[in-house]
């Protein structure tokens, strides 16, 4: 008798042959290498090192395509935007000690993201690890032990036959909802040494789905087919499931108005009757929040920017789906649904009969308006049309990356992305640099597209070095760098905070120049010309960059009132 677990699967005549024979001169680095593209990969990024070096090597025996950034911690920003935009897991080639550590601030930003990327970092060699003092160069006790509080797993490899089997469990874990960077180490050793292992051809790292569990959504159903105010919190949830289309049928099914978090912008279609956009900032949206009896949070956690700084209370039942099982429940209590945004919000439409509410829409236009006339009671009109002229000039079909600058934060709020997927920030770990290395990486995916990359002139000095790349790679990327004299959005909190600001003013370089001096195309812009300027650099191939001298203010906030 034959069970199923009894089955293998039985190697052809050709991988046979090619198992009895594998060509010479392949190291541990060949596998590394022949394991990502038997994954699927087609694309890595990174930075090369003195341990990681057999790695770097076998790259130039495989077809992989080699993304190299200048600084490691742009390098993880490039892979963070690969994985969000493409959706497949993004490699990224680390070298140990300084090389690794310096990659912390943008695995932490893809872990808060949930940006799919597959870390894989040298370590010294094996006779020097176990936490002893050697004297090998970059040299940690436990290199490990520095990235387990920031990714989502941590591999490691001793030897040559767990390569494979590491990358793929690597793998899997990385794309397995929700998603998040993994953490790889391999020691030099074992990545130099030669190998007789036979060609890795094909690997086998499928994720695990997330449904949700029956009784649950059979639950939400029946509060959501019952409620008289039902409301939508969409978050990034909704967008990394690929669930928008999903989300619009449920909302117009149960006639419940949608606000989408920052990080979910573009879930839901910013001019629907039924959106509320994304005003979490403000005290009429978390009015109206707090009214519905039935509040739906799908793929959010309702964190410090979703909840407009923790002063929203909900006065109705909360169900929240969520994928991350340490956000379920971590900030209201609720019916927590531990799935995938998808495949909750597809249970939910097998359930829930339609409803009609005949002022939703109507209340809907209310908070609208009111929210645009406490702007309007703030000269604000810089500000304003700063951000329409971004609008008006942008492709709709094109991806923007905002880095931490007054702009990116009056665009959470305020700004249409035209669809899913297409607008992203640092938001989720709130790190400066994010803007224009993870613009190279969405170029890299999608070479189609022309790219947006906004920053402060305090972000933009982080990854400056990043233009050097642009121009090497003729990476399609148009860089709107705002210069206000220094870190203008802690100006102005320590402003608001102390009456005076300290630490906040900067000495830039001349940055037109500063790009000109990498054979980058640049200019210096006015508000008045924004639109015109940014629409001509836009349809221009290559990189580029605009220098906007302005000073921003933000909208006053409604949590400290």
């Not at 639950?219 to 928008?244: N, T």
């Not at 409803?355 to 406490?374: G, K, N, Q």
Request: charge should be negative.
């Amino acid at each position: 008798m034959t069970h199923d677990h009894d089955l293998v699967l039985r190697p052809t005549p050709a991988q046979t042959a090619a198992a009895l024979n594998p060509p010479p001169g392949r190291t541990g680095g060949d596998l590394v290498v022949e394991t990502l593209a038997g994954l699927g990969a087609t694309t890595v990024f990174g930075l090369p090192g003195q341990h990681a070096l057999g790695v770097f090597d076998a790259l130039r025996r495989s077809d992989l395509r080699y993304i190299g950034l200048r600084v490691e911690n742009n390098a993880g920003f490039a892979a963070d935007a690969y994985g969000r935009v493409t959706g497949e897991a993004a490699p990224l080639l680390l070298s140990t000690g300084p090389g690794a550590l310096t990659s912390l601030a943008a695995l932490q930003e893809a872990a808060a993201a949930s940006a799919p990327v597959v870390a894989i970092s040298s370590q010294i060699p094996t006779r020097g690890l176990g936490g002893g003092r050697h004297g090998y160069l970059h040299e940690l006790p436990d290199q490990a032990a520095s990235f387990r509080g920031v990714v989502k797993s941590v591999h490691t490899v001793r030897a040559q036959s767990q390569i494979p089997s590491a990358l793929e469990a690597a793998w899997k874990s990385a794309l397995t909802a929700p998603h998040g960077p993994v953490w790889v180490e391999i020691p030099q050793d074992v990545l130099l040494a030669g190998t007789a292992i036979p060609v890795v051809t094909v690997g086998d790292a499928f994720p695990e789905e997330l449904p949700p569990r029956p009784e649950l959504t059979a639950l939400a159903a029946d509060l959501l087919s019952k409620a008289a105010r039902p409301a939508i919190i969409a978050g990034g949830g909704v967008v990394r499931a690929d669930a928008s289309g999903k989300l619009r049928t449920l909302a117009e099914r149960l006639d419940a108005p949608v606000v989408t978090t920052f990080g979910g912008k573009g879930a839901f279609p910013w001019t629907h009757p039924l959106s509320l956009q994304s005003w979490l900032e403000d005290r009429h949206t978390t009015d109206f929040l707090e009214d519905a009896d039935v509040l739906l949070v799908i793929g959010s956690g309702l964190g410090e920017l979703s909840s407009n700084y923790h002063t929203f209370r909900p006065r109705g039942r909360v169900v929240q789906i969520e994928a991350d099982l340490g956000k379920l429940e971590a900030n209201h209590p609720a019916l927590g649904i531990h799935a995938d945004a998808r495949l909750a919000i597809q249970a939910l439409l097998e359930t829930v009969p339609a409803r009609t509410d005949p002022t939703a829409a109507e209340r809907v236009r209310t908070v609208l308006t009111r929210v645009s006339e406490r702007l309007a009671s703030q000269e604000l009109a810089l500000e304003q049309g700063l951000l329409a002229s971004v609008r008006k000039a942008l492709p709709a079909g094109s991806p923007s990356f905002w880095d931490m600058t007054i702009l990116t934060y009056w665009a959470w709020s305020a700004f249409d992305p035209k669809g899913p997927n297409h607008m992203h920030s640092a938001q989720g770990a709130g790190g400066l640099g994010y803007g224009f290395p993870a613009a190279l990486g969405a170029a890299v995916a999608d070479p189609t597209r022309p790219v947006l990359a906004v920053s402060g002139d305090g972000g933009a000095l982080y990854s400056i070095a990043e233009l050097a790349t642009a121009k090497q790679y003729g990476l399609d990327v148009t860089w709107l760098i705002v210069d206000d004299g220094g870190y203008g959005i802690l100006r102005e909190y320590m402003t608001d905070a102390f009456g005076e600001a300290t630490a906040t003013e900067l000495t830039r370089p001349d940055f037109v120049a500063l790009a000109e001096s990498f054979a980058v195309p640049a200019l210096r812009t006015a508000p008045e010309t924004l639109e015109a300027d940014l629409r001509k650099a836009l349809a221009s191939p290559g990189p580029s960059v605009l220098v906007l001298p302005a000073v921003l203010r933000m909208f006053a906030p409604t949590h400290s009132g």
